[in-house]
C-alpha cells in the first residue's frame, strides 16, 4: 500500500517544498508516501488547450502504476472534515491498492479524464494554487494518520 502525489507544475517554491518535506518526514515508513512533479507543457497563444491538458494527463498517467487507485483533486469532488478523510484514508487501505492523488495542471483536465478518475477530492470550494493544494493535503494525509492513530496532533 503506497499513497502518491503526482503533480503538474513549474519548479516549485522552497516554501512549499520546506512544508511538504515536513509533514511527509513525519508519516511513519509504512505509510509510503511520496510526491512526483510533472512539468507542464509550454503554451502559447497556438496552443489547444483541450491538447495540452491531454498531454498533461498522458505525462501523469505514466507515473501511475495500472491498479492504482487516482484520486483527481477537483472543486467538484467530495469534500470531507478531517475526520471523515482519516475514515476515507482506512477505508483505501484496507482496499489493499496504492493511492495516486492528482493535481492537474492549470487549465485542469478534459472531461474524459476527469471520468477516468476513480474518485475526485474537493480540498475546498476556493480555487487553491497548486503549491498550497499541496501543502494542505500533505498536511491531511499526516492528520488522517494521527487520527487513525490516535497520535495527539489531532485534538479536535
Given amino acids: 500500500m503506497h499513497f502518491s502525489l503526482i503533480y503538474v507544475g513549474e519548479k516549485p517554491a522552497a516554501w512549499a517544498e520546506q512544508v511538504c518535506?515536513?509533514?511527509?518526514?513525519?508519516?511513519?515508513?509504512?505509510?509510503?508516501?511520496?510526491?512526483?512533479?510533472?512539468?507542464?507543457?509550454?503554451?502559447?497563444?497556438?496552443?489547444?488547450?483541450?491538447?495540452?491538458?491531454?498531454?498533461?494527463?498522458?505525462?501523469?498517467?505514466?507515473?501511475?502504476?495500472?491498479?492504482?487507485?487516482?484520486?483527481l483533486l477537483d472543486e467538484r469532488g467530495k469534500q470531507f472534515s478531517s475526520k471523515e478523510f482519516a475514515q476515507q484514508l482506512d477505508h483505501w487501505q484496507l482496499n489493499g491498492k496504492d493511492v495516486a492523488f492528482i493535481i492537474a495542471g492549470a487549465d485542469g483536465v478534459n472531461d474524459a479524464d476527469r471520468k477516468s478518475a476513480d474518485f475526485l477530492l474537493a480540498l475546498s470550494q476556493l480555487t487553491l494554487p497548486h503549491e498550497l493544494a499541496r501543502v494542505l493535503l500533505t498536511e491531511q494525509l499526516y492528520r488522517g494518520w494521527s487520527i487513525l492513530n490516535q497520535h495527539p496532533y489531532h485534538r479536535a
Fill in 21 to 71: 518535506s515536513e509533514y511527509a518526514k513525519r508519516l511513519p515508513p509504512q505509510f509510503g508516501y511520496t510526491q512526483s512533479r510533472v512539468t507542464p507543457i509550454k503554451r502559447n497563444k497556438n496552443t489547444v488547450i483541450e491538447t495540452a491538458r491531454a498531454e498533461e494527463w498522458q505525462r501523469v498517467a505514466e507515473k501511475i502504476s495500472k491498479d492504482s487507485l487516482k484520486v
